[in-house]
C-alpha cells in the first residue's frame, strides 16, 4: 500500500473564514486497527442484541478494494457507521481499511475528537478522499450530513439527500466502485421533533462550530433534564447548572435511547463510469434509497 503523502492539506473549517491546514500522513495513522477491534469484540454484540441488529448483502461487498460506501442517515448515526465499521471487520478482516467522512467540527472537541480518529474518521474534502483513494484505501460518506441525519421523524421515509451532489463528484472523478448502504429502523432510536437553522442560530455555540442545521430530540430533552434535576439535588450554584445543561444539550443529539430494531442492507456495486453523468448516478442512487420503505 502506498504511504499517504505528508504534505499539508487545506480546507475551510467550519467557519469559513479560517483555512485548517492538515497533514493526512498524520490523519491517517492515527486510525487504530487494535482500538477498532477492542470494540468490534465488546461494543458490536451489544449492539446487535440491544438493536436486534439485522444484516442482509453482506456477500455483495467486492473482494477488492478501494471503495466507496455511500448510505443514508439518521438520527441513530452512531450505530450505522459503527455498524459499517464492524460488519467490514467481519467480511474483510482487520486489514481492510476504511475511513469515514466527519463534520470538521467534531476535530475541535477535545476526547471526542480523539475517539473519532481512533475509528478512522476524517475531515470531509475532496482533497482528503482523494488521498484515501490514492493509498489503496475505503471511504465511507453518509451524504447530506445533519440536514439528512437530524430530519423530524415524521419524515423518516426521505431516504434521497437530493441536495447532497459531493458524493457523486467525488465517486466520478476517482472511478471507485460506488457500494450502497441502507439503513432502516434508525430513525427512530432517538427521534428528532424539529431541526432547522434558527435552532443552530439560537444555541449560538452550534452556529459558531458551522453546524448549519441543529435538532430537538428526545435523547437531548432527556439529558438535559437528568442533568438539571441531578446539578439542583446537589445544590449546584444555578448559573453553573444552567450552563453545564446547555452544553449537554448541545452534545447530546445523538443520543441512544430507544432499542428499535435496525436493519441494514448492502447492496451490489455500481461503477460510475456506467453513468454517463453525474446526475444519473445520482439517480441510481435516488432510486435505491426511495425503495427503502
Same mark, same amino acid.
Request: proline share 8%.
Given at each position: 500500500?502506498?504511504?499517504?503523502?505528508?504534505?499539508?492539506?487545506?480546507?475551510?473549517?467550519?467557519?469559513?473564514?479560517?483555512?485548517?491546514?492538515?497533514?493526512?500522513?498524520?490523519?491517517?495513522?492515527?486510525?487504530?486497527?487494535?482500538?477498532?477491534? &477492542?470494540?468490534?469484540?465488546?461494543? !458490536?454484540?451489544?449492539?446487535? #442484541?440491544?438493536?436486534?441488529?439485522?444484516?442482509?448483502? #453482506?456477500?455483495?461487498?467486492? *473482494?477488492?478494494?478501494?471503495?466507496?460506501?455511500?448510505?443514508?442517515?439518521?438520527?441513530?448515526?452512531?450505530?450505522?457507521?459503527?455498524?459499517? @465499521? +464492524?460488519?467490514? =471487520?467481519?467480511?474483510?478482516?482487520?486489514?481492510?481499511?476504511?475511513?469515514?467522512?466527519?463534520?470538521?467540527?467534531?476535530?475541535?472537541?477535545?476526547?471526542?475528537?480523539?475517539?473519532?480518529?481512533?475509528?478512522?474518521?476524517?475531515? #470531509?474534502?475532496?482533497?482528503?478522499?482523494?488521498?484515501?483513494?490514492?493509498?489503496?484505501?475505503?471511504?465511507?460518506?453518509?451524504?447530506?450530513?445533519?440536514?439528512?441525519? @437530524?430530519?423530524?421523524? !415524521?419524515? /423518516?421515509?426521505?431516504?434521497? +439527500?437530493?441536495?447532497?451532489?459531493? !458524493?457523486?463528484?467525488?465517486?466520478?472523478?476517482?472511478?471507485?466502485?460506488?457500494?450502497?448502504?441502507?439503513?432502516?429502523?434508525?430513525?427512530?432510536?432517538?427521534?428528532? +421533533?424539529?431541526?432547522?437553522? !434558527?435552532?443552530?442560530?439560537?444555541?449560538?455555540?452550534?452556529?459558531?462550530?458551522? &453546524?448549519?442545521?441543529?435538532?430537538?430530540?428526545?435523547?437531548?430533552?432527556?439529558?438535559?433534564?437528568?442533568?438539571?434535576?441531578?446539578?439542583?439535588?446537589? =445544590?449546584?450554584?444555578?448559573? @453553573?447548572? &444552567?450552563?453545564?445543561? /446547555?452544553?449537554?444539550?448541545?452534545?447530546?443529539?445523538?443520543?441512544?435511547?430507544?432499542?428499535?430494531?435496525?436493519?441494514?442492507? &448492502? /447492496?451490489?456495486?455500481?461503477?460510475?463510469? =456506467?453513468?454517463?453523468?453525474? *446526475?444519473?448516478?445520482?439517480?441510481?442512487?435516488?432510486?435505491?434509497?426511495?425503495?427503502? /420503505?
Amino acid at each position: 500500500m502506498e504511504n499517504p503523502p505528508s504534505g499539508m492539506y487545506y480546507f475551510y473549517g467550519p467557519l469559513k473564514k479560517i483555512v485548517y491546514t492538515l497533514d493526512m500522513k498524520n490523519v491517517l495513522e492515527k486510525r487504530s486497527p487494535a482500538f477498532i477491534g &477492542i470494540l468490534h469484540r465488546t461494543l !458490536w454484540p451489544v449492539m446487535k #442484541a440491544v438493536f436486534s441488529l439485522k444484516i442482509e448483502g #453482506a456477500q455483495n461487498i467486492p *473482494e477488492k478494494g478501494p471503495l466507496l460506501f455511500i448510505s443514508n442517515h439518521n438520527s441513530g448515526a452512531v450505530v450505522e457507521s459503527h455498524s459499517v @465499521l +464492524f460488519t467490514l =471487520q467481519d467480511v474483510k478482516g482487520s486489514d481492510f481499511q476504511v475511513y469515514g467522512f466527519t463534520h470538521p467540527s467534531i476535530f475541535k472537541i477535545p476526547l471526542m475528537s480523539s475517539y473519532f480518529y481512533l475509528i478512522g474518521a476524517v475531515p #470531509a474534502s475532496y482533497e482528503v478522499a482523494e488521498v484515501i483513494f490514492k493509498t489503496d484505501r475505503s471511504l465511507m460518506i453518509f451524504p447530506g450530513g445533519n440536514r439528512q441525519a @437530524l430530519r423530524p421523524v !415524521w419524515e /423518516y421515509k426521505i431516504n434521497h +439527500f437530493r441536495w447532497a451532489h459531493g !458524493w457523486a463528484k467525488i465517486a466520478k472523478s476517482q472511478n471507485v466502485p460506488v457500494i450502497p448502504v441502507s439503513f432502516k429502523g434508525s430513525h427512530f432510536i432517538n427521534p428528532v +421533533f424539529l431541526c432547522n437553522k !434558527w435552532i443552530s442560530k439560537l444555541l449560538i455555540l452550534p452556529a459558531v462550530l458551522g &453546524i448549519k442545521y441543529a435538532p430537538v430530540s428526545l435523547g437531548q430533552i432527556l439529558c438535559a433534564c437528568i442533568s438539571f434535576f441531578a446539578l439542583k439535588f446537589f =445544590q449546584a450554584p444555578m448559573a @453553573l447548572n &444552567i450552563l453545564l445543561t /446547555y452544553v449537554i444539550f448541545i452534545i447530546s443529539p445523538l443520543m441512544l435511547v430507544i432499542p428499535f430494531p435496525v436493519k441494514m442492507k &448492502i /447492496y451490489p456495486a455500481i461503477i460510475p463510469s =456506467q453513468f454517463s453523468t453525474q *446526475e444519473s448516478l445520482e439517480q441510481e442512487m435516488g432510486n435505491i434509497m426511495d425503495g427503502l /420503505y
